[in-house]
């Protein structure tokens, strides 16, 4: 999954655009063909701090108008649920975003770790949920505490996950 809107920013940047209320957001769509329906999250998109989101949101807006009604019973209600999620200017997901890119930093930097910054970013698993990229993430409780997961990118939204043998 890319990040659309970092470019050429470097981490002081970033963190001083959160600070002035800049954000990590996705917006949903939704497609249907007959009876199949289809509700996928868009690429993530950093929105600066009193940037607008309407030239983002809409071609994802007009998809869901145009494609995503007509599946039954799902295609009505996954519609209006991404045309809601798009005109609130989308789904805020800083905090995942954050979280994600601390547990990068911890896996590069720990004795042992197991990928690079480039291959985590970019891991060719699909989540078998949702269709997402997936990322590797250790358990942090329970019985699987501390062995690693493939587990979706939207989680906790999707529960996607699959363990690492």
Known sequence: MEIIG????????????LNRGGKFVIFKYC?????V?????????????GQGTFKISIGYTLASLLLGWWGLPWGPIYTIESLITNCRGGKNVTNEVLA???NISEDITQ???FVDRGQIMHVDIKCPKCGSEMVVRPAKKGPNAGRKF?????????????PIE
């Open 111 to 113: 004795p042992g770790g």
């Open 37 to 49: 329906t289809s509700k996928q999250p868009s690429d993530i998109y950093f929105i600066k701090s």
């Open 6 to 17: 970092l470019e050429g920013m470097t981490g002081e940047s970033l963190q001083m655009e």
């Open 31 to 35: 497609i249907s063909i007959i009876i």
């Open 100 to 102: 994600y890119l601390r």
């Open 150 to 162: 493939y587990v979706c990118m939207y989680y906790p939204e999707c529960k996607g996950k699959i």
